[in-house]
T-cell receptor
Framework: GEDVEQSLFLSVREGDSSVINCTYTDSSSTYLYWYKQEPGAGLQLLTYIFSNMDMKQDQRLTVLLNKKDKHLSLRIADTQTGDSAIYFCAGIAPDGNKLVFGAGTILRVKS | ETGVTQSPTHLIKTRGQQVTLRCSSQSGHNTVSWYQQALGQGPQFIFQYYREEENGRGNFPPRFSGLQFPNYSSELNVNALELDDSALYLC????WGEGDTQYFGPGTRLTVL
């Protein structure tokens, strides 16, 4: 089945760019997603990318997909203190019904 | 963006009891999924309901069961609660027309003592 791995922690200074990385095992995911979770809250969808795309940009967010290496990244430009949260990447299982999440990356933004 | 609501927000139960968690999906979304998120981990898929029928199940025992109703509401029932069932329970409704995207509710924090 699908397995998704992420680095556990990232610390950046306010105004810098943040890059959160993710690797996955199952290349049959149609879509790959990035979610944000603030303390005590549910998951907020940030963006998603179709598996036949290499890049998607959405305001401050840039998603890069390297299908050969099964590597997904999320770049946040001009990182703000409000971006401090846990970020999860997720793939959709081939049968289309379940999301498989990584363990999450804690992003800490220092002012 | 998300019209998914869940109740209650928090719940405390004792081992062996039964619990029902509720979710109201976004109008028009006929698919709801439930996830369990233990502390410090990513969400784990419990099961999915499509048009009131179970449409896939994760690695959870039968004491985890669900229902989906025609009015876009759903329930997660857990019998014979165990200490390890303490977690944040999330429901999500799917927009099949937009990246097959699952939109999550705020979750129910269940504590089993």
């Amino acid at each position: 089945g699908e397995d998704v791995e992420q680095s556990l922690f990232l610390s950046v200074r306010e105004g810098d760019s943040s890059v959160i990385n993710c690797t996955y095992t199952d290349s049959s995911s149609t879509y790959l997603y990035w979610y944000k979770q603030e303390p005590g809250a549910g998951l907020q969808l940030l963006t998603y990318i179709f598996s036949n795309m290499d890049m998607k940009q959405d305001q401050r967010l840039t998603v890069l997909l390297n299908k050969k290496d099964k590597h997904l990244s999320l770049r946040i430009a001009d990182t703000q203190t409000g971006d401090s949260a846990i970020y999860f990447c997720a793939g959709i299982a081939p049968d289309g019904n379940k999301l498989v999440f990584g363990a999450g990356t804690i992003l800490r933004v220092k002012s | 963006e998300t019209g998914v609501t869940q109740s209650p927000t928090h719940l405390i139960k004792t081992r062996g009891q039964q619990v029902t968690l509720r979710c109201s999906s976004q109008s028009g979304h006929n698919t709801v999924s439930w996830y369990q998120q233990a502390l410090g981990q990513g969400p784990q898929f419990i099961f999915q309901y499509y048009r009131e029928e179970e449409n896939g199940r994760g690695n959870f025992p039968p004491r985890f069961s669900g229902l989906q109703f025609p009015n876009y509401s759903s329930e997660l029932n857990v019998n014979a609660l165990e200490l390890d069932d303490s977690a944040l329970y999330l429901c999500a409704s799917t927009d099949w027309g937009e990246g097959d995207t699952q939109y999550f509710g705020p979750g129910t924090r269940l504590t089993v003592l």
